[in-house]
């Protein structure tokens, strides 16, 4: 196979990633939109009947190009395959320093993982994101979508609701409130990792790049204040958990559960099976986990990420600076 720039419209993207099951929303052209303004450049590569593919975002940290692919590679590569798109990569960054990381978030195949090896790459030894996910299925077909819930996180969804907490899809959500929101919750529980989620300027443009690929929801009291947000991309019949974010005055009245049941629910209606809450953290998030995990999450494990570089021996350094200073 030959990895070739992709040359088609970002419409046209879109449809190859849908068709190619992506595992997450950073393979979609409204991600890298969006990252563009953040001083990201992004590329395209895909073979020449589209049946492989890979969106990359690319920044120069000082001398080192470096090239950030989450969510890839899409479709079935071999090793040979694999090989080569490193190969690719060095020549469109050129530089003296190339630094190439990806973000495989296809179910956990050991296949793929030794294709991976085989072809030079080596696992992160510093991850940007986890390798562990849960993930729902909404089918209602089986039930309703309440019947995955655990005991306990029901008793939640009930005490919310009994205390006037309500929760519906927000069709126009305003930038400048679920900023406020975030940034409440950073000074809650400290940063997370993602600083813009805080701006009002730039969650605009998150959701002016999405458009109505995201699905939100706002929970609100008996008055009408809001308690928390809870949003999803969604992609083809996939969900994935994308922004939340809960009051202290929410977190006292189960806000996040009615949030999330509203959302949950919304994304059944419209036909989406399948529900990725995004990435866990059994140990150092647990109460986050539990929280998944109770709402009918399924334990998931991704391959993970992968990482190469030229020279090889600045690959641990760089992979270092690059956890610290990146995020998805």
């Known amino acids: 196979m030959t990895w070739q720039l992709f040359d088609g419209s970002p419409q046209q993207w879109d449809e190859i990633v849908v068709r190619l ?45 470096v090239a950030w692919a989450p969510g890839s590679p899409l479709g079935e590569v071999s090793a040979a395959d694999l090989a080569e798109l490193a190969l690719n990569v060095r020549r469109i960054l050129g530089g003296a320093v190339v630094y190439i990381r990806l973000g495989d978030h296809r179910p956990k195949d050991p296949g793929r993982l030794e294709r991976l090896r085989e072809a030079g790459w080596s696992a992160c030894s510093s991850s940007i994101g986890g390798a562990e996910t849960l993930i729902r299925t909404l089918d209602q077909e089986t039930g309703s979508i309440h019947d995955l819930y655990s005991s306990n996180w029901s008793r939640n969804l009930r005490r919310g609701m009994q205390r006037g907490v309500t929760a519906n899809v927000w069709d126009a959500p305003e930038p400048d409130q679920v900023a406020l929101l975030h940034r409440e919750v950073e000074e809650l529980k400290g940063s997370f990792g993602a600083e813009w989620r805080g701006d009002s300027a730039a969650v605009k443009r998150l959701l002016d790049s999405f458009g109505n690929k995201i699905v939100m929801v ?75 995990h109770g709402a009918g999450g399924i334990d998931h494990t991704y391959n993970g990420e992968f990482e190469t570089a030229v020279p090889r021996l600045v690959k641990s350094l760089v992979s270092k600076l690059v956890s610290f200073r990146l995020s998805a």
């Open 21 to 65: 099951g992506a595992t997450t929303p950073f393979q979609l052209s409204s991600w890298s939109q969006f990252r563009e303004s953040f001083g990201w450049r992004s590329f395209r590569l895909s073979d020449g009947g589209n049946n492989q593919a890979i969106q990359m975002l690319v920044k120069s940290i000082g001398a080192v190009r």
């Open 218 to 292: 706002k929970a609100e009291d008996a008055e009408g204040a809001m308690l928390a947000i809870r949003a999803a991309v969604v992609i083809g019949t996939n969900g994935f958990d994308f922004l939340a974010a809960t009051s202290s005055a929410g977190r006292k009245n189960y806000a996040s559960n009615v949030a999330l049941d509203a959302l949950l629910s919304a994304l059944a209606a419209r036909g989406v099976s399948r529900y990725d809450f995004g990435g866990v953290d059994r140990v150092l998030n647990k109460g986050v986990f539990d929280f998944k």
